[in-house]
T-cell receptor, first 112, second 113 residues
Framework: EPEVTQTPSHQVTQMGQEVILRCVPI?????FYWYRQILGQKVEFLVS????????KSEIFDDQFSVERPDGSNFTLKIRSTKLEDSAMYFC??????????FGPGTRLLVL | RKEVEQDPGPFNVPEGATVAFNCTYS??????FFWYRQDCRKEPKLLMS???SGNEDGRFTAQLNRASQYISLLIRDSKLSDSATYLC??????????????FGRGTQLTVWP
């Protein structure tokens, strides 16, 4: 069964450093998403991406964040200058034309 | 204002018990409703979609009451493997926020032998 994959599974970084989180969505899917979950809190929407552009972004997704689909298979989330409060689990999700979003296993980001 | 509200629990039940979770949502125009399951430190996984007519999948039954903006999940004959956090998830109307999901904080269930 096709799956969303994410790399790395864990990332530790220093405050102020740039990180890139990578996702490979399910191959025939059209809609892509990033969500995050701070430990002990709910899953929160960051951004949606369709037809090679951002469809919507939340108030969390400020100028420090960017997304890219550089090669037709990968979908990346970049945080330019990480802050302590960026520590969270970051989930990528993809969706075909229907309702269901399929989530990747997540990247656990720890900012020190 | 919270988009989706759930009782966080925890619910601790013996194997074989029946347990029910409830959820309310704030946007009356919401289109789609789901229950996801999340194991500790893992990704959310779709358990079932929720329809106005109610739907059942084995031991799991989901109900939607649009008038009350209320969603429920019933688990019958609980198994140890049902231990997880159950997430109530709502998708708002198309055209306003394409595809964005709103998650509740989740209800934690522990089934003990």
């Amino acid at each position: 069964e096709p799956e969303v994959t994410q790399t790395p599974s864990h990332q530790v970084t220093q405050m102020g450093q740039e990180v890139i989180l990578r996702c490979v969505p399910i191959s025939n899917h059209l809609y892509f998403y990033w969500y995050r979950q701070i430990l002990g809190q709910k899953v929160e929407f960051l951004v949606s991406f369709y037809n090679n552009e951002i469809s919507e972004k939340s108030e969390i997704f400020d100028d420090q964040f960017s997304v890219e689909r550089p090669d037709g298979s990968n979908f990346t989330l970049k945080i330019r200058s990480t802050k302590l409060e960026d520590s969270a689990m970051y989930f990528c999700a993809s969706q075909a034309g229907g309702e269901t979003q399929y989530f990747g296993p997540g990247t656990r980001l720890l900012v020190l | 204002r919270k988009e989706v509200e759930q009782d966080p629990g925890p619910f601790n039940v013996p194997e074989g018990a029946t347990v029910a979770f409830n959820c309310t949502y704030s946007n009356s125009a919401s289109q789609s409703f789901f229950w996801y399951r999340q194991d500790c430190r893992k990704e959310p996984k779709l358990l079932m979609s929720v329809y106005s007519s109610g739907n059942e999948d084995g031991r799991f039954t989901a109900q939607l009451n649009r008038a009350s903006q209320y969603i429920s999940l019933l688990i019958r004959d609980s198994k140890l493997s049902d231990s997880a956090t159950y997430l109530c998830v709502v998708n708002p109307p198309r055209g306003s926020t394409l595809g964005r999901l709103y998650f509740g904080r989740g209800t934690q269930l522990t089934v003990w032998p």
